[in-house]
């Protein structure tokens, strides 16, 4: 493996977007200095607009219409007024350690470096940090990233006979293969047949400090602890040690992970309950919807579609039950049928604690995504519920966006 961390645009192309790097690095002059006007979604459940212009390493927030004394950890989210770039999602899925995730049209693979092709744009990332490469993702490929090996590197192959695993030590990749050693012997597998690669688990070290997922223009996700914001830079150190500088005009959002905050995707739900009447049989996902696709939610008001990297998609009829352990005191979701049902679906949205109804709404295709918080101090369970409505159970893609408990306090 390297001994640095370089992840930069090569080529033509817009300025430099992240730099990673272990080494000085020379920068192009950045316009923006601060991160300019946002909205912050506070883990008490309260909105907040201002101007963030500054993050101290000590984790203060200073800006105009910040509260004084704000802490990075009294923060659930920073939205900024940048959005993502509007194209449609690339071929290859990288994710990276840590829960990051970057997008590639084509890649290769060779000397412990990934080079990418993204757009018009080439970069190069080390291999030791990447968790996954992803071409087609299926649950039994998703079962297997989060079940990584600490000792062998695995190719899940698509036969026809359904997906097999190919254990043993990656080679490479080019355009046509992967490349791997097999029980001692090099073996060439076309890539046309490659769900997904699954590397090895270094065990790499997590960094102290705040840490946060950072979205940027490009529909990139990285995630390290904060060091602090200055100079038109928010800086981080990621989880395999390496610095991160994105400048500031290409963030488009900043949710911050604490143990005030645990997303329910992240969870294993106590109790699965599913019972589709007509809709064709499907179980619930993890940060995508029923369909398998990212989670998005429609205003038909303005037409903008939202992409949530975070969540829970369901339909009609769902109850998933999860515990509340750890003490946290409100539910914290937008809601809403995934904009793929086309403005279709009816369905009644529930939530429960410890047997009691807390919140309910009939949520129908066509209606404006809604924000709740629900108080859950002193519940142990909470379930969440989706209902058959008016048309049975056709179309009723149900989205927990950004599902969460939360500790006010």
């Known amino acids: 493996m390297v001994n640095s961390f370089n992840f930069c645009w090569r080529g033509a192309g817009p300025k430099v977007l992240v730099l990673f790097t272990l080494l000085p690095v020379i920068v192009l002059p950045c316009a923006a200095q601060q991160l300019g006007e946002v909205t912050m979604e506070m883990i008490s459940g309260a909105t907040l607009a201002g101007t963030i212009e500054k993050i101290e390493p000590t984790g203060l927030v200073v800006g105009k219409g910040i509260p004084l004394d704000c802490q990075l950890d009294q923060i659930a989210s920073i939205k900024t007024r940048h959005v993502e770039n509007p194209r449609g999602t690339s071929k290859v899925q990288i994710r990276l350690i840590g829960g990051g995730v970057i997008h590639a049209d084509r890649l290769e693979i060779a000397d412990d470096e990934i080079q990418i092709a993204f757009m018009d744009r080439k970069a190069d990332v080390a291999l030791d940090v990447v968790q996954a490469v992803v071409w087609r993702m299926t649950d039994k490929t998703d079962d297997q990233v989060r079940a990584r090996s600490s000792e062998v590197d695995k190719v899940v192959v698509k036969t026809a006979s359904g997906e097999r695993l190919v254990e043993g030590v990656l080679e490479g990749v080019d355009e046509t293969h992967v490349k791997i050693k097999y029980r001692g012997e090099s073996r060439k597998i076309a890539k046309s047949k490659v769900n ?6 270094l065990q790499m070290p997590v960094p102290e400090g705040v840490m946060a997922a950072v979205t940027t223009k490009q529909r990139w996700i990285v995630v390290g602890a904060i060091q602090n914001l200055d100079d038109g830079f928010l800086h981080l150190a990621p989880v395999a ?3 991160i500088s994105i400048q500031v005009d290409d963030i488009v959002s900043v949710k911050i992970q604490s143990d005030r905050v645990v997303y329910l995707s992240d969870l294993e739900p ?8 007509f809709s064709v049989p499907r179980s619930w996902r993890r940060d995508k919807s029923i369909e398998g ?7 038909p008001a ?20 999860f515990e509340n352990k750890d003490g946290f005191d409100l539910f914290h979701a937008t809601i809403g049928i995934d904009s793929e049902t086309r403005g279709n679906g009816d369905c009644e949205m529930e939530i429960r604690g410890d047997g009691i109804q807390l919140w309910s709404r009939r949520v129908r295709g066509a209606d404006k995504p809604a924000t709740i918080s629900i108080d859950i101090t002193g519940m142990k369970q909470i379930v969440l519920r989706v209902n058959v409505g008016e048309q049975f159970d056709l179309a009723d893609h149900a989205n927990w966006c950004e599902a969460r408990f939360l500790k006010s306090k």
């Open 293 to 299: 696709n990212p989670l998005t939610l429609k205003d």
């Open 196 to 201: 997904a690669l699954i590397l090895a688990d």
């Open 270 to 277: 106590l109790e699965v309950q599913q019972k589709p009447v």
């Open 302 to 321: 303005s037409g903008e579609v939202v992409v949530y990297s975070k969540g829970l998609g369901t339909q009609s009829f769902t109850a998933l039950t």
């Open 241 to 243: 040690g390496r610095p």
